[in-house]
């Protein structure tokens, strides 16, 4: 049974910075494709960044040169900096895989950009 838990969400200020983490069990983490998405209040959700099992990164346009995405296979987790944060970054944001044909979430962590 695979299992992502995020932490690291709250309330920052703008122009703050937090750091996500999602640590995933049941998975073969080393050799799984791991991706953050997040969903905006009365939003669709979105992906914000994804890291192949190599540690290839791939960001959406609005956080380019924010956000980090890192992963440490020793500790199956999957990480999320988010630096210069904005007001639009709130959302819930939610981590994701897919193992073995079938797509995981996490129960998300919410995140709010507010002074």
């Known amino acids: 049974q695979v299992q992502l838990g995020e932490s690291g969400g709250g309330l920052v200020q703008p122009g703050g910075s937090l750091r996500l983490s999602c640590a995933a069990s049941g998975t073969i983490f080393s050799a799984s494709a791991m991706a953050w998405y997040r969903q905006p209040p009365g939003k669709q959700r979105e992906l914000v960044a994804d890291?192949?099992?190599?540690?290839?990164?791939n960001y959406v346009d609005s956080v380019k040169g924010r956000f980090i995405i890192s992963r440490d296979n020793a500790k199956s987790t999957v990480y999320l900096q988010m630096n210069s944060l904005k007001p639009e970054d709130t959302a819930v944001y939610y981590c994701y895989t897919i193992y073995k044909w079938r797509s995981y979430w996490g129960q998300g962590t919410q995140v709010t950009v507010s002074s």
């Open positions: 890291i192949t099992s190599e540690g290839t990164t």
